[in-house]
Nanobody, 124 residues
Framework: QVQLVEPGGGLVQAGGSLRLSCAASGRTFSSYTMGWFRQAPGKDRDFVAAINWSSSKIVYADSVKGRFTIFRDNAKNTVHLHMNSLKPEDTAVYYC?????????????????WGQGTQVTVSS
């Protein structure tokens, strides 16, 4: 079992930066792929970024590549998403998820555990 909690989020102006954090409980955290997804109003939940258990493989959605950075600290059971050059279209509820290590990293249906979500609003 993995439980995920996402403090943070907030309101930021376009061009600004924000860091999201996800804290996990459960002794098997370090074995899971961790990912971030987001859901804008009226839209599906979309993949943003994911990192495998050893941080040796990282995948980003094209829309955030070069602007967002995902990283994890297995010793602290945390995963973070640092977001730079934010745009109004980045506005969404952001969800942290955990997926078994053998599954594709960018498929929402493969994620077993989810945080409660945190709102990110980027004003123009």
């Amino acid at each position: 079992q993995v439980q995920l909690v996402e403090p943070g989020g907030g309101l930021v102006q376009a061009g600004g930066s924000l860091r999201l954090s996800c804290a996990a409980s459960g002794r098997t955290f370090s074995s899971y792929t961790m990912g971030w997804f987001r859901q804008a109003p009226g839209k599906d939940r979309d993949f943003v970024a994911a990192i495998n258990w050893s941080s040796s493989k990282i995948v980003y959605a094209d829309s955030v590549k070069g602007r967002f950075t995902i990283f994890r600290d297995n010793a602290k059971n945390t995963v973070h998403l640092h977001m730079n050059s934010l745009k109004p279209e980045d506005t969404a509820v952001y969800y942290c998820g955990a997926s078994p290590p053998t599954r594709p990293m960018n498929i929402m249906g493969d994620y077993n555990y989810w945080g409660q979500g945190t709102q990110v609003t980027v004003s123009s």
